[in-house]
């Protein structure tokens, strides 16, 4: 087995910048009234051996409510019943994870979300007072105007380059930026490099290929510990937060308290604060290919883990009808430059080519 450690327990510096206005503009709450009929999204998660249903209102989940299919733009939340009423805080499941594991599967396939693409699930403390510019009552730690401010745990989030977590507090006491409620940079924050996790065999978590991922919440003392691992084939990459860290230990308080668990896929040409030590500096195109993530689960900590199962090969997703070819590509850099393969999201139609900032070509 090879087990690769990685630990940061200092503030990130100015090389792991925070997201900028690109998720505020390209992630949208799912609502049902904007949408007609739609999933309600149930979503089976085991928890210590029951299988409970929740929902993602919007989204889609396939394999006998097992597997959500990810694609951009929406974020959805997980409720107790399949409402999108999101201003009143009994329909959200918050979740306390603390003394918990929380694991899934995921898989990118070979051709999944690549550079400038970011697939996530984490937890914020909402709904807010105020709706806010999307209606949907949210908040993070960005504090974005016309959207809420508070705590933001970021369980995962990343592509087939990059898998980071990141931990943003609000204690309202940064020395470096007095101006800020919450920490927008994370503190402490642990990702992945090259050699443990990326494309191809040559590396410890091949990211073409299905991985388990799994988070394990436990207090020592007063001092909360967070051990992610990701398991592939008997080898491991485990990235470890705490203990001894006093803006993790304050998440640790409003974890108890239940957060809500939101996840979603969005995309910005400047991604680079997530992906850009693979990706490189320049402006980032999302593929806007799909994700799958299964085997959703969540299982009391004890003396000695549970062994977890075996991840069988991937079950083919559900077919969707293919669009029409368009006889038409959506571009960048004028129609003579970088182009959308056949079949790429942003090649639908012109409206999907707006969205993703490029030019409608014939």
């Not at 709706?131 to 933001?152: I, T, V």
């Not at 943003?168 to 490099?193: F, I, L, M, R």
Request: negative net charge.
């Amino acid at each position: 087995m090879i087990q690769l450690r990685a630990q940061k327990e200092g503030m990130a510096g100015p090389s792991s910048h925070a997201p900028g206005s690109g998720f505020a503009e390209n992630s949208q709450p799912f609502f049902y009234s904007e949408n007609g009929l739609a999933s309600p999204g149930a979503l089976i998660i085991d928890e210590d051996g029951q299988k409970n249903t929740y929902y993602l209102p919007g989204a889609t989940v396939i394999d006998n409510d097992t597997t959500v299919k990810f694609l951009p733009p929406y974020r959805f939340y997980l409720m107790n019943n399949p409402t999108t009423d999101y201003s009143n805080a009994s329909n959200f499941a918050k979740l306390n994870l603390v003394g918990k594991t929380f694991a899934v599967d995921i898989d990118f396939k070979a051709d999944g979300p690549g550079c400038g693409c970011n697939i996530n699930f984490y937890q914020v403390d909402m709904p807010v007072e105020e709706p806010g510019k999307d209606g949907d009552y949210y908040c993070d730690a960005q504090c974005f105007p016309d959207m809420g401010c508070c705590s933001e745990w970021d369980m995962n989030e990343g592509n087939k380059m990059v898998q980071q977590i990141t931990n943003h507090a609000c204690t309202n006491d940064y020395s470096q930026h007095p101006d800020w409620a919450c920490n927008k940079w994370g503190d402490p924050e642990v990702k992945t490099h090259e050699s443990d996790f990326s494309p191809g065999p040559g590396h410890t978590i091949d990211s073409n290929e299905k991985y388990e991922f799994a988070q394990r919440y436990e207090m020592q003392g007063n001092d909360l510990v967070v051990t992610t691992t990701m398991t592939q084939n008997g080898r491991d990459v485990v990235l470890r937060m705490g203990p001894g860290n006093s803006q993790l230990n304050a998440m640790a308080q409003v974890m108890q308290k239940g957060m809500v668990f939101v996840t979603g896929y969005w995309f910005a040409p400047d991604m680079n604060w997530m992906d850009g030590d693979e990706c490189g500096n320049g402006e980032e195109h999302c593929d806007m290919n799909p994700a799958y993530i299964g085997n959703w689960r969540i299982t009391s900590n004890g003396d000695s883990p549970s062994p977890q199962p075996t991840l069988a090969p991937s079950p083919s997703p559900s077919p969707t009808p293919s669009p029409q070819p368009s006889g038409r590509k959506c571009c960048w850099g004028g129609c003579g430059g970088g182009c959308s393969e056949p079949g790429n999201w942003c090649e639908i139609d012109g409206a999907n080519c707006g969205v993703c900032g490029g030019e409608w070509c014939g």
